[in-house]
């Protein structure tokens, strides 16, 4: 049987204390957080609270280290927050920190590996997410996945000295797209 913690690239598994300098790294640089909320440095003692705090992913945070199935490499993270159980309606985030992985079809194997958990683990209705407008990437693999647009929170963000508009999006239980097809 296929673990529902594994897509075909990835695999979900909770952080480890021995995660926090990987991600101490990551989440210090700027083109890692820049379509990020992130905006401040981040201490080492910091991350350190951080995965301390969401080690035992539960109903009300299931928050997920993703490692590749190749070589069990810590590339980075996906956290199903903010569960609302009588919508049956989560928040997610998905950040792969270790850039050399970017466009290599790891961030579209979480998607789709943590949101069959969301719909099939969790029994989830709704998964939604933001994403700022200029984040092409993301918003092309939300799309891939079955994400539909929403809405858009006009100048909700301000960064880098400027505005920009914020994109709500979701996704319903059946329409994830899981096949690897483009
Ligand atoms: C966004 C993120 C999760 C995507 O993960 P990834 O592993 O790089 O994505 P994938 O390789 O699975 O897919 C990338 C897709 O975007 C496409 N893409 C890349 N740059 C693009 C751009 N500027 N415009 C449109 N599409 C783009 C790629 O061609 C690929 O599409 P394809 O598979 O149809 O060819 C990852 O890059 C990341 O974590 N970035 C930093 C943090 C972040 O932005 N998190 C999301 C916050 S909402």
């Not at 910091?46 to 993703?66: D, L, M, N």
């Not at 990437?137 to 301000?158: I, T």
Request: charged residues 25%.
């Amino acid at each position: 049987m296929t673990s529902i913690f594994e897509g075909t690239l990835i695999r979900l598994r909770a952080r480890e204390p021995e995660d926090a300098p990987l991600l101490y790294q990551w989440f210090n640089d700027p083109e890692v957080t820049e379509h990020l909320a992130m905006r401040y440095p981040l201490s080492m003692k910091s991350e350190r609270e951080f995965v301390e705090s969401v080690s035992s992913p539960g109903y009300a945070h299931a928050g997920f280290a993703v490692e590749t199935l190749a070589e069990s490499r810590l590339i980075g993270g996906v956290d199903l927050i903010n569960i609302r159980p009588e919508c049956r309606c989560a928040s997610l985030g998905i950040a792969i920190g270790d850039k050399s992985f970017w466009d290599g079809g790891y961030g579209t194997d979480t998607m789709r590996t943590a949101c069959h958990f969301g719909f099939a683990m969790m029994n989830l209705h709704r998964i939604e997410l933001e994403v700022y407008a200029n984040n092409e990437r993301a918003r092309h693999v939300y799309e891939k996945v079955g994400f539909v647009l929403e809405g858009c929170r006009r100048q909700a963000l301000y960064k880098y000295g400027r505005y920009q508009d914020v994109l709500v999006m979701s996704l319903l239980e059946g329409e994830l797209r899981l096949d690897h097809r483009p």
